[in-house]
């Protein structure tokens, strides 16, 4: 039989022979029969135009996978697409690119997030973070000559959220109930610099300046692979120097050893957040925080852009509306009093 299942699978498989008598084996990712009949005669048409036709063999998926992870190790979300790749292969691992089809990509999609300790349903905001790495991948796949065409791709809607952002007020209540010192100082030195998790936690002593109060993050370690330059406040100067002699590389430890990218304890900072009467607000946050203050004491947003390393315009744009002082003055155009004379008028009418 060309098409089965295997035991214990609702998914469909094929088994045919090429042309040239090699026997191919692989799931159809479908458990409908007509759908998994369907491919199975579209793969063993394209398969005998190939041998007889000399068109340009079929690409895999894994082939496509392989060589997009290789290609991208230099870059600051290769982890990431590793996962998003990984995820996908579960579904198309020995499909021929040509072969997927938009429909498949979208219902391939995760909806539980298993790696939270209590899974969760993935958001639209994640999901649109794995179409853009497969999207990226059919894309590089065409300019390879893999496929004749990339499928056209759209990101699912999301609606927009608040900014979650906190007064200083709240931040300085946050900062009295934080019982760890090292998670503390992190925090403290989160709401002065604006600096990402993951570049607080492994900053090293060869990034800071403390005499002329100023640190820096190199291109290899900042989210758009570009140098950050940081001027430290007096809160981040007195963050750090705390931390002077515990380790002779790193900034922070804890419990005397280096604290991985990855080592926040979420929990423990949610549980801070609840001692301190705050709620829905993430570590993230705080670097919204910062910008926020920022724009509101009249950082120009191109200012704002450079000292938080963002790679588009269009990243700082979103804390704008916290402070339109810029547009005071045009707010007068439209005032029912502009005119004195109108007011005497009305005045004198009543």
Known sequence: MSIRKRKGSDIWHLDIRTPDGERIRQTTGTSNRKEA???????????????????????????AGERMLKESEHLADHRNRMIHILHFHKVFAGRLLASITRDEIYGALPEIDQRCKQPRPVSRATKNKYLSTI??????AHK????DRAPSLEDLKVSNRRIRWITKDEARRLISVIRSDWMRDVAILGFATGLRRANLLTLEWSQVDLVNRRAWIHPDQAKARKPIGVPLNDDAVEAIRRWIGCHERFVFIRNGNPIPADGWNSSQWDRQCALA???????????????SWHVQAGTPLNRLMELGGWAKYEHVLRYAHLAPDHL??????VTIWAQSDTRQAVSLAA
């Open 144 to 147: 390879w000559e893999w496929i």
């Open 277 to 291: 009467g705050i709620e829905n607000f993430r570590f993230h946050d705080v670097r919204h925080t910062w910008a």
């Open 328 to 333: 005071a003055e045009h707010a007068n155009a």
């Open 37 to 63: 009949q369907e491919y199975h005669d579209k793969l063993k048409h394209e398969l005998w135009r190939v041998a007889k036709m000399g068109d340009r063999p079929g690409r895999t998926w894994d082939e």
């Open 135 to 140: 999207r990226i991948l059919l894309k590089l």
